[in-house]
């Protein structure tokens, strides 16, 4: 049902304003707008001109027997209108019935107008509060709804693909080939679902998506629906919460009603961690909208027949927050996992981005891909909409390589920043950042280096960036201290060549301190601790698993963890001063380049410092530790 205009009521109240004023308010008529004197009108009145006078209040309209000259021209009119005093005039009447005039008497126009303000402006004050409160309550009744009415509301807001969008299928999902072939035979099953039903065979009820944010999920799920040529319903799970008790559980009934009545079909619900997190903390008292909308998926995916073709998928990024009762069989009882792309996949990523886009012959996927490890899908994406943005700025017919180097810096190192820098700070820049370069240059086991600036970038001034060049999925002890002592060489150039050090070294020790305390209290590598779990509990009590964090251990072997911490990180810290102390020279020769140039790429950095040691490439810390 289409909406009323919200000027609508105010409109009406305004034409009923001037239906019922207008009349009172009208002056009078156009040709007895001529004035004339009181004491002249008792003149004409007495000569017998007079023919008929209209009184209200203290105005009389004058009607003459013949034209008569009237107002400051002397207009001859067959009108006028005259002031009687405020004091009155008892003789005016008789001389009028004198002369048999015709007299008439209106209400006074002002009075009129006054009484009936007075006796409606209450009324007319409460309307306008009424319609105020009216228009607010429906503009905050339209926020919480969607601007929709209270069925559509409680109806939920999943979305259908309608036909003739543009279909998504499998060719559109690159660098996910374990988990396209996981999900290929819901795909059969969608299409011939009596196949099955002869077999007496039930497929999964539920599929869970899982994998880190931009790896493709909610892509595949698309795919998956397009590929079969089913219906698509598609939600966000934070969708069904809303401050009004029901409301999410209602909003899952009918959208489950919705596929049965459109199977074959896929629901698809995204973020299911919003509201399929463990039950049970008691947290704010109550009953708990979440829970409430939980239950009822739960209701909705046992309520399955084994006939119906709906295939329920959802996507997290955090199972391990979910409800155990989600993931036993029946329900969510397929898991699919979809990971990083390496740099095969990462290629292919690249090749279906770049499918419609003007390249140049310079433009090497492979490369690209070499050079970006740790991008997901999403990311690798958005790099290539950058590099068409900038090459679309600077008017160019293609894209070139430049552009793909350009952007992936900006990715990986944030955009350069105007920032007015001392020569003594800058200085101190060059030290720390070669301090940084030099540790990694000699260590065997740390990442290559890739660039090195004192280029603000994003919210650092400047930066070291090491590039692996290969995933590796565990990582040895040996790569971890190298990574120590490369974190902690900006701090250890600055006390060798400045004498002191500065708050550049905030973020490196808050890094080199976490990454220790995961090799001591979570991966055993302290002689001293030994192979224990000593990691704080990592879960927040609002996830729902327990109400406090406890912690397992004494504050003996507390005080030991943070001993054996310490001890990695200050023999870090001495093999990085080991290193810094017997190549000052080329290390002064990388500060003076990176002074004047500002930015060294790899090949500069080895002209400087002369041909790195031999390296195992490992992966990213950051992204394994976090």
Excluded: C
Aim: charged residues 30%.
């Amino acid at each position: 049902m289409n909406r009323l205009p919200k000027w609508l009521p105010y409109l009406l109240i305004a034409m009923l304003l001037l239906v019922l004023l207008v009349p009172n308010l009208q002056g009078p008529e156009p040709a007895a707008r001529f004035e004339v004197p009181y004491s002249e009108f008792k003149q004409l009145v007495a000569a017998g001109e007079v023919d008929q006078v209209t009184l209200s209040g203290n105005e009389a309209t004058v009607i003459f027997k013949r034209p008569v000259p009237v107002g400051p021209a002397d207009t001859m009119n067959t009108r006028a209108m005259t002031r009687i005093p405020d004091i009155g005039d008892p003789d005016l009447l008789p001389a009028l019935e004198a002369k048999d005039v015709k007299i008439t008497s209106l209400p006074d126009r002002a009075d009129g107008a006054g009484r009936w303000l007075a006796g409606f402006l209450p009324w007319i004050i409460l309307l306008a509060v009424y319609l105020w409160f009216w228009n607010r309550m429906q503009r905050n009744i339209s926020g919480r709804f969607g601007g929709r009415d209270i069925g559509d509301f409680l109806a939920g807001s999943a979305k259908r693909e309608e036909k003739g969008a543009p279909k998504v299928t499998f060719d559109d999902v690159a660098g996910q080939d374990n988990a396209k072939r996981e999900v290929t035979e819901l795909v059969d099953f969608l299409r011939d679902p009596e196949r099955y039903r002869r077999m007496g065979a039930e497929p999964p009820r539920g599929v869970l998506l899982m994998g880190p944010p931009g790896t493709g999920k909610t892509l595949l799920a698309r795919a998956l629906a397009g590929e079969a040529g089913v219906q698509f319903f598609h939600i966000s799970a934070s969708e069904f919460i809303e401050m009004f008790v029901g409301v999410g559980a209602s909003r899952v009934r009918k959208m489950f009603e919705e596929a049965k009545r459109r199977a074959p079909a896929i629901i698809f619900i995204d973020e299911l961690d919003a509201v399929g997190r463990v039950r049970g903390t008691g947290l704010g008292g109550g009953n708990d909208e979440r829970e409430q909308t939980l239950n009822q998926i739960l209701a909705e995916l046992d309520g399955f027949s084994g006939h119906e073709a709906v295939i329920v998928l959802a996507a997290t990024n955090r199972p391990d927050v979910l409800d155990p009762a989600l993931l036993r069989p029946g329900r969510f009882d397929r898991h699919v996992t979809l990971e990083l792309p390496d740099k095969a996949a990462r290629e292919a990523v690249l090749e279906v981005h770049t499918r419609d886009k003007p390249l140049a012959d310079d433009v090497d996927l492979k490369t690209v891909a070499a050079g970006t490890p740790g991008f997901s899908g999403a990311d690798l994406k958005n790099l290539v909409n950058e590099a068409a943005m900038a090459s679309a700025r600077e008017g160019a017919a293609e894209i070139t390589m430049r552009h793909f180097d350009e952007m992936r810096d900006k990715v990986m190192m944030g955009t350069v920043r105007t920032l007015a820098i001392q020569p003594e700070e800058r200085h101190r820049l060059a030290v720390h950042e070669a301090g940084h370069t030099v540790v990694a240059h000699h260590l065997p086991e740390a990442d290559p280096l890739y660039k090195v600036t004192i280029i603000p970038r994003g919210l650092a001034l400047g930066g070291t960036h090491l590039l692996p060049e290969e995933e590796r999925h565990t990582l040895p002890e040996g790569y971890l201290k190298d990574r120590l002592s490369v974190m902690l060489g900006g701090r250890t150039a600055e006390k060798a060549f400045l004498d002191d050090v500065s708050s550049g070294a905030d973020d490196d020790i808050r890094q080199a301190t976490q990454l220790a305390r995961a090799m001591v209290a979570r991966w055993g590598m302290s002689d001293e601790i030994g192979p224990v779990d000593l990691r704080q509990s990592e879960e927040h009590p609002f996830l729902g698993r327990e109400i406090a964090q406890p912690r397992n251990f004494s504050e003996t072997t507390a005080h030991e963890v943070d001993e054996a911490v310490r001890q990695l990180l200050q023999e870090a810290e001495a093999r990085a001063a080991e290193i810094i102390n017997r190549t000052k020279a080329p290390t002064r020769k990388l500060i003076a380049q990176l002074e004047e140039h500002e930015t060294l790429d790899r090949a500069q950095i080895e002209a400087a410092l002369g041909p790195a040691r031999r390296r195992r490439g490992g992966p990213k810390v950051a992204a394994e530790v976090a």
